[in-house]
């Protein structure tokens, strides 16, 4: 199946501070990609959607100006936590898709945010 | 809104038998997708199966398959020859054509030996 890769696989961040998650398509063009948090032991809570060269859609909830998403290419989506602080910690994962009207989605293998 | 409910937080399965995890959803389409995923400890999550709601047959992974009920609004997944890999957070989810995922909340599965 394709490839989706997540960087970095875990980072620890000093409070205040802002860190970048990259979401990279390997071998398919993500036309869009899914951002979730996954707190332990429960399910993924879709944060956004973003497709290619427009804005992301925030589910309901979630700040936009404290998770800033960019999908500037269709391999590559970032997420922002900006201003991060304790209760930001958490798992991180991004899937993509490749078009608009597939069903198939791929996921990164997650990264671990820790705020101190 | 679709909904996705799987009632079994935990099960817990003997290795090398058989066990069967359950899916409910809640949706007016007629047109859909269902998936099972499986995150192990990696919390890498690994497509397990998917089914398309035109289709009656069931479908079948090797060891994995489905009893797809679409009038019922039921999609559970057997297990079959459980082995100790097997041991992972299971999740139900729905898709429409197009459309993000709505999972369910997550069954943990417990392979003993």
């Known amino acids: 199946g394709a490839v989706v890769s997540q960087h970095p696989s875990w980072v620890i961040c000093k409070s205040g501070t802002s860190v970048k998650i990259e979401c990279r398509s390997l071998d398919f ?9 996954q707190f332990p032991k429960q399910s993924l809570m879709l944060m956004a959607t973003s497709n290619e060269g427009s804005k992301a859609t925030y589910e309901q909830g979630v700040e936009k100006d404290k998770f800033l998403i960019n999908h500037a290419s269709l391999t590559l989506s970032t997420l922002t936590v900006t201003s991060a602080h304790p209760e930001d910690s958490s798992f ?6 490749e078009g608009h009207m597939n069903t198939e989605a791929f996921f990164g293998q ?4 820790t705020v101190v | 809104a679709q909904t996705v409910t799987q009632s079994q937080p935990e099960m817990s399965v003997q290795e090398a038998e058989t066990v069967t995890l ?8 007629s047109d859909y997708y269902l998936f099972w995923y499986k995150q ?3 919390r890498q999550m690994i497509l397990v199966i998917r089914q398309e709601a ?3 047959q069931n479908a079948t992974e090797n060891r994995f398959s489905v009893n ?3 009038a019922a609004k ?3 997944l057997k297990i079959s020859d459980s082995q100790l890999g097997d041991a992972a957070m299971y999740f139900c989810a729905y898709n429409e054509y197009g459309n993000k995922l709505v999972f369910g909340a997550g069954t943990i599965l417990r392979v003993k030996s």
Do not use: H, N, V
């Open chain 2, 68 to 70: 797809f009920q679409k």
């Open chain 2, 40 to 42: 192990p400890p990696s």
């Open chain 1, 29 to 37: 063009q993500a036309t869009t990609m899914f951002w979730y948090r």
């Open chain 1, 110 to 113: 997650g990264t671990r945010l």
């Open chain 2, 22 to 29: 359950s899916c409910t959803y809640d949706t007016s389409e």
């Open chain 2, 74 to 76: 039921s999609f559970s």
């Open chain 2, 54 to 56: 035109y289709k009656q």
């Open chain 1, 92 to 97: 991180y994962i991004c899937s993509a898709r």
